[in-house]
């Protein structure tokens, strides 16, 4: 035992091993990145299948057709002629036609204030209350005015109305099924799912008058359009990339695909064709959407709250009718009235790309791991580095010991084993902590202040604002480092030592981050990775300049303006979805951006314009 | 032979001298009372109610009085007894005050309370064990899972309906405990009607058919037993009324049973309104059927036609009576006698012996209902908040009254594992904060020993409305205490609110406990057994196999098995000579 620990601490300063951890930080960068791209292969990918047996997906018949077509025709006439009147008239005739079904009907008005703008609106509500059960599980069926376009959900709200009238006559229901038309696509549902579970804010929004029990999972219909359609475009992406059950996709894409001979498609993808570069493109939009957190339907709302849901969109030119539609609900609402549990058998955590197949959590997570690790393996190697003496040219260990043979050997005793071992290697320089710590806790805290001012900025300052702290953000590590160089001139060792703690730290966020949200992770994790290899290079002003370029592009404004230019939309909608999602749905992607991405980006930024004092041999010497 | 001739005359001459004896004493009445509900609904509430004198029940002479329930009685000395199973949820805001203003209704499935006679605490939980074990079995139901964790002794929410006298009043114990997961159904029916005099077979029980019943919207069965002791009379009368609600949905109730599923309706016989400019052959806006009152019968509601009266229902009172006005059209069958209330809302029917009986509600343009009793208080309780570690629970109740303030009783008895927070109990009125809990008794819980039990005495200002929260912490159970479908969450009693001799009860609620991934264990069940199936037949073998070379094998073909034969044959056959040798020489 002995032996070997001091044969390791002979190893532990042998410099060829100091030479490889930036090398196995690169590695890992290519293996997380590679990883990635064999995912979509199919010895990595699984076909997906129903876990929860009850589900029993398209084993019912559905007998949602004949002269219910007749009704949806007239339901579909009264909401065109709705298209035009106020939220309330909307309500009033709605909850005439829902009361007309022998419903509940309830109402719940709600108000959003984000970056200067009010959201204000009505949902309403009607709950079926299951025939012989007790009000202790519910299922929601949503269809929202207007969808995430804010186009009039024409077919949708009539379907809602015709499924309400339709499920009403059956008495098999287990659960309540409550039937709910917001507002809006975005706060409203957001605002009754709170209401629903008490943790809204009064009076802003109000208490829901009429409940029902457990929520078990939520269906929402977005069909704006009133022609037939061809395929279905299942969404299913929630608020900081949660998931819904996979068994939820899988019964509907089960149902659509198996019972009723619908396609379906994910992530807007309108082709797939299965190969390897549709897969790919599936998987990598998944985890765009994902990890920028925001919600991509009304059933966003329902997954922090452990709701399972998704929203079902018809698109296409094609012969399936609104009852095709219909019927698929139908059918989905028969396997959820099955469940005698909450959904739990299958995967929370997985990438889907293609509608049956799918990565889950234990294949793919080692990717953004790696990519973690990456920092993590750097800061320690920094830590080790920054303690060992200063290079200087010496000779070789051998002829270290040949030449002052007993002078600067230590023995290591011990009662079995005894190694010589050079003194050099077993004395740490004393690490000078305290401008480090103060650095990178310093910056670490100023990435408060733009997730201040972004969340609360009005939106005609948006850009502006945007503007000027670009700008900012370009000139202000410079200045930094500079006043850093000029007022307390850092050592080698604190520019090690800035760097290990900053580096530490995304890597413990990011590997933290990876287990809720993958995506995000990955991606923050990727721009950031030109960092580890940041460090002052006084002397070599080209090395300095490129970095400098490449660190510039990956700014975490510069980023924003290129996807914002890349999808062709405006900083100031992008902000201000941003902080819509913030003050509305909980999103917390852009404190990642701020507190873990934006620091590390600074710090980094910092260390590429030091320039370290020239150091004496005054370092003190301690034994470790 | 003639002794015993003799002695079985004496007998039976006793025997009938004293059925004579509790004839004089005992009784027993039924009726069936028909409600009609907005919308299209139909209440019909039975009633059975028998009274036995208590000496001929202390004398195990059982009349009327079910002998199997009377002798569990008896055995676990209950001296009052309330059983109900209870399914579905009744609506107050279209239905109105609930049926015997909620007295002879329980929580979600299975409820039960009785006053036990005992010296002791310890003696009536052991007398309520034999009881609820005893029920148990009676009634098909899961009773015996009411244990210590499910029992609760509430203080203020319960009082004897009966008469006890004072000696016994003070050894009485109140248990109550309820299975708010149990599904009633027809297996708790079956011995239910066993109960009855009439069996199911004759009289408004020949209505009880366990496919109607169960299919109701909310249905109620309920068993009471109580003395009843009247000031004059010397002799007390112990009382066994049991009743059966249900509100059925008419058309649900009249699709034929061979073709239940609700297809659409064929386009001719769809009802659409005709007003609207977009009316065609292809689009129809539906109208509105709840402005009349839907055609039914009782056959064809309940599946058949009464068949007559209960012969032994000797009070001669009607037995089939229907709240609805007077100006609604009601055809009864040949034979029975129609009698009509001065109220003006209720008619009764006497019914003849022997012959079916039928009653046939027309379709009618009526704009008269009968009126709708207005319940002393709407009650709604549900959980808020999320996840797996805390919750809340909040219970809305309403006094709709604008002129009288209510005071009541409101009682949770809730599992060890919901850890209530008492001082987070918060009663509003109105959104604001007001000193209304007037009386509180609190029994903390003990983890798997005993269940929390809070009863809170409120008074409710007229015209107002009271949210009563209260948070609680979830605790995470040892793995063996999940029931098999462990997601789906735990079931929570009803509350129960006293106003007087009114109680009303919220519905259950289900409470989602933290909940480990039982797939792991699962796994790690089936990995070991397999690794320990492999592994014994491994060993198994090396023990009880002996592994030789091939070519030291035995060879089993037939010329082997010929020699073997032989050559045994040849033993024998040496054996025997040498046995004949031996003989010889003797």
Known sequence: MSRLLSSASLLRRDPRLLKVPPYLSLLCVVIGIAWLLLLPLDDYSRKTYISENALLPGQVHTYFAGSDQNVFRGYKREVDALEDRSNIEVNDKLEEFFKASGLKVARQRYEYKSAGETYAGENIYAILHAPRGDATEAIVLVGAWRNVDGVLNRSGVALVLTLARYFKRWSLWSKDIIFLISADSRAGPQAWVDAYHDTHQSPSIESLPLKSGALQGAVVIDYPFDHRFESLHVVYDGINGQLPNLDLLNTVVAIASGQMGIPTSLQQMWQHSDTYKDRLQTMLRGMLNQGLGHASGPHSSFIPYHVDAITLQPYGEGWQDEMAMGRVIESTFRSLNNLLEHLHQSFFFYLLMQANRFVSIGTYLPSAMLVAVNFTIMAIFLWLKSGSPVEKKKPSPSALIREKPLAQIQGMDDVKAKALIPEDTLTVRERELFLPLSVVAGSQFLGV???????????????????????LNSIFPYILSTALIRYFSPTTQQYQLIKSFSLLLLGMFLSALATLNFSLAFLVGLFAAPLTYVEPFPRRPITTVGFALLLSLLAPTVVLLAGTYYWQLGVAEVLKEAAFGWDVWGMNTQVVVWCVWWPSWVVGMILLFGRPREEGTDGKKVAS | MLLSLLFLIGSLATTIAISALADSHSDYHE??????????????????????????????????????????????????????????????????????????????????????????????????????NALSGLFCASLNFIDSTRTTRPVVSFHPSGNHSNSTLSNLHLLHGTLPREVVCTENLTPFLKLLPCKGKAGISSLLDGHKLFDASWQSMSIDVRPICSPGADDCQLQITQTIDMVLDLQRSKRPRDNPIPRPVPQEELKCDTSKPYHSDDTCFPLDAASQEEEFSLSHIFGHSLRGTCPLANDGAPSVCINVPHAREVYASEGAREEKDSSGYMRCFQLSPDKDFDMVLPQQEISEKAPLAQPLLYAERSFIGYGQERGGVQAILTNPSPTDAVDFVYMESLPWFMKLYLHTLKAKINGQDKDTIKEMYYRPALDRKRGTQLEVRILIPANSTLVLTYDFEKAILRYTEYPPDANRGFDIAPAVITIGDVSIRTTSLLLPLPTPDFSMPYNVIILTSTVMALSFGFIFNLLVRRFVAMDEADQWDVRAIRLKFAATIRRLARRFKKYEKIQKTE
């Open chain 1, 449 to 471: 202040l733009p997730l201040y001012i972004f969340n609360h900025t009005s939106e005609q300052m948006l850009t502006p604002v945007f503007a000027i702290f670009a700008i």
């Open chain 2, 31 to 132: 009726q069936l009372l028909l409600r009609p509900l907005h919308p299209s609904l139909l209440l019909a509430s039975f009633n059975f109610q028998s009274n036995t004198s208590l000496t001929s029940f202390n004398q195990q002479n059982f009349r009327y009085f079910p002998r199997s329930l009377g002798q569990i009685l008896q055995h676990a000395n209950t001296r009052e007894l309330h059983l109900r199973f209870s399914l579905g949820r009744w609506d107050a805001e279209n239905w109105g005050a609930r049926p015997w203003g909620g007295a002879r209704e329980g929580g979600t499935g299975v409820e039960l309370w009785a006053w036990v006679e005992a010296e002791t605490d310890d003696e009536a939980d052991q007398r309520w064990l034999t009881l609820t």
